[in-house]
């Protein structure tokens, strides 16, 4: 896959363009949009939701941040590299191309997105008197398998909506439930230590718990939490990568 | 003489039903009333031939002949159900050429992105550039939106980055003529040259007169079965010979 990737890495990049290109022409804020749009998210969750659990909770800005800097990256991806396969219906049709290629570049302009709003969430930690330590840097390994997890979670995404039209609308509700389930904006310190666990089932709370972890509470994540935080991306990323191989001469029929 | 491309036996299959563009509720209620139905249908069956260095090979038949599907195995883009493709070589097709562009990019953005598609480097895409926009005739609309351009413009275009392939194994279908009279000159002239500096090529057309001119041989589909393959001459005439009395008998 690697050595196809180098192949075709002036379609590659050419199709990053083309995605960043289509993505922001038309807006007057351009990138700027991007990064101000979660940033208006977190204004109206900390001004509605601060009175309820701002003060049992310390820096909760930086609480909610986290936990909608992880969510956003995950729906912006994931919503993006839904349509990334049948919108390039008319390329893969006519030419010879690694699928995949498509949902990559896709991924690209979001990870860049996540970026922009992740040194964003830096300079409001500091803002918040939180210092910069070492342990920062460990942040990497949750952001490595969060890019791994939600290009997986776009393979399948992209795959199914290739077969089934209604997916997005499907995902739309699906979204929503994993928002509310994620603890973005209360704590899960009221519930039994068996409901607790029952949260680490959540890739995505797990990914935010960890930001939270080492951010807010200056602690490593013990080893368990470090696989399984692996572990999710990784299925993830097998189910989407066999069903791109399973159906790879299939989605031709179906577009 | 090398073989540049063998086909042994080759049966390629569409799927086709009311599968398409329905939902998982659509699908899941029709599953549940067993009224779903997928049926496989045979677009080309069981079809042989053998492309040699140096080859020109016009495929013909009437609409439906399963030409355009056979050269989808052979690109790659679709994988046979039954018997194999065996290529040796790079292979380049210039199908459909006004598709694959993107409305909302540039006339430089879509020509590069085509470019990558089509298997070029970046270093030859910018060394060849110029020359692209001069070809096209396109110079001042270059940072123009491509959907304000005219579908003339953008089939030259296309014409202009797809006709600087220098593959092992060309396929052309259906592209000779783009344009307005004297871009269409140029352009078959063009065509002409990568003919010859080809080491094989296979041409779709429906212009006898154009298979009879550059092809040494012939294979002719008919409804996805190959009704025969040999001297440009002999097909052709059976071929015209069918066409003339179409309708009344099938081959």
Same mark, same amino acid.
């Given at each position: 896959m690697l050595q196809k990737l180098k192949q075709h890495r002036f379609l590659?990049?050419?199709?990053?363009? +083309?995605?960043?290109?289509?993505? #922001?022409? +038309?807006? @007057? =804020?351009?990138?700027?949009?991007?990064?101000?749009?979660?940033?208006?998210?977190?204004?109206?969750?900390?001004?509605?939701?601060?009175?309820?659990?701002?003060?049992?909770?310390?820096h909760y800005a930086i609480y909610l941040f986290a936990g909608q800097l992880v969510f956003s990256y995950f729906t912006d991806a994931t919503n993006l590299g839904m349509n990334s396969l049948a919108g390039n219906a008319g390329i893969f049709t006519?030419?010879?191309?690694?699928?995949?290629?498509?949902?990559?570049?896709?991924?690209?302009?979001?990870? @860049?997105?996540?970026? =922009?709003? %992740? %040194?964003?969430?830096?300079?409001?930690?500091?803002?918040?008197? @939180?210092?910069?330590?070492?342990?920062?840097?460990?942040?990497?390994?949750?952001?490595v398998c969060m890019i791994v997890f939600n290009v997986g979670i776009g393979l399948? %995404?992209?795959?199914?909506?290739?077969?089934? +039209?209604?997916?997005?609308?499907?995902?739309?509700?699906?979204?929503?439930?994993?928002?509310? =389930?994620?603890?973005?904006? #209360?704590?899960?310190?009221?519930?039994? #230590?068996?409901?607790?666990?029952?949260?680490? =089932?959540?890739p995505l709370y797990l990914y935010i718990r960890y930001f939270r972890k080492i951010v807010i509470d200056g602690a490593i994540p013990t080893l368990e939490f470090h696989l399984l935080a692996a572990a999710y991306a990784l299925v993830a990323f097998g189910i989407g990568a066999f069903m791109y191989k399973k159906y790879n001469h299939e989605f031709l029929y179906y577009v | 003489m090398k073989t540049m491309l063998k086909a042994e036996h080759v049966s390629i299959s569409y799927k086709i039903g009311d599968f398409k563009d /329905?939902? $998982?509720? *659509?699908? !899941?209620?029709?599953?549940?009333?067993?009224?779903?139905?997928?049926?496989?249908?045979?677009?080309?069956?069981?079809?042989?031939?053998?492309?040699?260095?140096?080859?020109?090979?016009?495929?013909?038949?009437?609409?439906?002949?399963?030409?355009?599907?056979? $050269?989808?195995?052979?690109?790659?883009?679709?994988?046979?159900? *039954?018997?194999?493709?065996?290529?040796?070589?790079?292979?380049?097709?210039?199908?459909?050429?006004?598709?694959?562009?993107?409305?909302?990019? !540039?006339?430089?953005e879509n020509a590069y992105l085509r470019g990558a598609m089509l298997g070029y480097t970046k270093e030859f895409m910018d060394e060849t550039y110029e020359h692209i926009l001069d070809f096209s005739e396109l110079r001042e609309f270059e940072e123009r939106p491509f959907k304000q351009l005219s579908t003339g413009m953008?089939?030259?275009?296309?014409?202009?980055?797809?006709?600087?392939?220098?593959?092992?194994?060309? /396929? $052309?279908?259906?592209?000779?003529?783009?344009?307005?009279?004297?871009?269409?000159?140029?352009?078959?002239?063009?065509?002409?040259? /990568?003919?010859?500096?080809? &080491? &094989?090529?296979?041409?779709?057309?429906?212009?006898?007169?154009?298979?009879? &001119?550059?092809?040494?041989?012939?294979?002719?589909?008919?409804k996805g079965r190959q009704v025969d393959l040999g001297e440009t001459a002999a097909v052709c005439d059976r071929y015209e010979e069918f066409l003339a009395g179409l309708g009344r008998t099938d081959p």
């Open positions: 590659f990049s050419e199709l990053v363009k +083309r995605d960043f290109a289509k993505k #922001y022409k +038309r807006t @007057i =804020l351009g990138m700027a949009w991007s990064i101000i749009s979660p940033l208006m998210n977190l204004l109206i969750m900390w001004l509605v939701f601060n009175n309820l659990f701002g003060n049992n909770v310390d006519k030419v010879n191309v690694p699928k995949y290629l498509f949902l990559f570049s896709q991924n690209v302009s979001s990870l @860049i997105n996540f970026g =922009l709003t %992740l %040194l964003v969430f830096f300079s409001f930690t500091a803002f918040d008197g @939180i210092p910069f330590t070492w342990k920062f840097f460990l942040l990497l390994y949750p952001v399948i %995404l992209s795959a199914l909506f290739v077969f089934f +039209r209604d997916m997005q609308y499907l995902w739309g509700i699906l979204t929503q439930l994993i928002m509310w =389930l994620s603890a973005i904006f #209360y704590t899960i310190d009221s519930y039994s #230590y068996t409901v607790q666990c029952l949260f680490l =089932l959540n | /329905i939902g $998982l509720k *659509e699908w !899941t209620m029709r599953h549940l009333k067993h009224q779903y139905h997928v049926e496989t249908f045979m677009a080309v069956q069981d079809v042989s031939f053998e492309l040699l260095e140096g080859d020109m090979l016009g495929i013909v038949g009437t609409n439906g002949a399963g030409k355009s599907t056979l $050269l989808k195995a052979v690109t790659g883009v679709m994988e046979p159900r *039954e018997g194999h493709i065996q290529r040796s070589g790079s292979i380049a097709a210039l199908l459909e050429l006004g598709s694959g562009f993107d409305g909302d990019l !540039t006339v430089r953008q089939s030259r275009l296309a014409f202009s980055i797809a006709s600087l392939v220098q593959p092992e194994i060309l /396929i $052309l279908d259906e592209v000779l003529s783009v344009g307005d009279g004297a871009f269409q000159e140029k352009s078959a002239k063009k065509m002409r040259e /990568i003919i010859d500096g080809g &080491a &094989a090529t296979i041409l779709v057309s429906h212009s006898l007169a154009q298979i009879r &001119a550059s092809c040494n041989k012939v294979l002719w589909l008919h």
